[in-house]
Nanobody, 117 residues
Framework: QVQLVESGGGLVQPGGSLRLSCAASGFPFRNEVMTWVRQAPGKGLEWVSTISVTGDFADYADSVLGRFVTSRESHRNLLYLQMNNLKSEDTAVYFC??????????RGQGTQVTVSA
């Protein structure tokens, strides 16, 4: 059974940083491209980042490019999203997902990130 469990969300001031984690199980994580998506209040799902199988390459949405970094520890089945210089518009529930792009599926239950002074 595929399981994805996100953690690390919370309340942070604008300009602050958070690191999200995603623990994966039930599938060959080391062989899979992985994705972060988010959903802001009242809005649809937004693709954030996708990382390659090896972790050598990651693609980012323009809205987070230069501020967010995706990484992975495949030997531990862990996916990360380092978020720096956070803005109020980054407030959302963040999900990790198996596969590439906005249609990556399944997703975890999500972790709430709130950026507010």
């Amino acid at each position: 059974q595929v399981q994805l469990v996100e953690s690390g969300g919370g309340l942070v001031q604008p300009g602050g940083s958070l690191r999200l984690s995603c623990a994966a199980s039930g599938f060959p994580f080391r062989n899979e491209v992985m994705t972060w998506v988010r959903q802001a209040p009242g809005k649809g799902l937004e693709w954030v980042s996708t990382i390659s199988v090896t972790g050598d390459f990651a693609d980012y949405a323009d809205s987070v490019l230069g501020r967010f970094v995706t990484s992975r520890e495949s030997h531990r089945n862990l996916l990360y999203l380092q978020m720096n210089n956070l803005k109020s518009e980054d407030t959302a529930v963040y999900f990790c997902a198996r596969g590439a792009g906005l249609n990556a599926f399944p997703r975890g239950q999500g972790t709430q990130v709130t950026v507010s002074a």
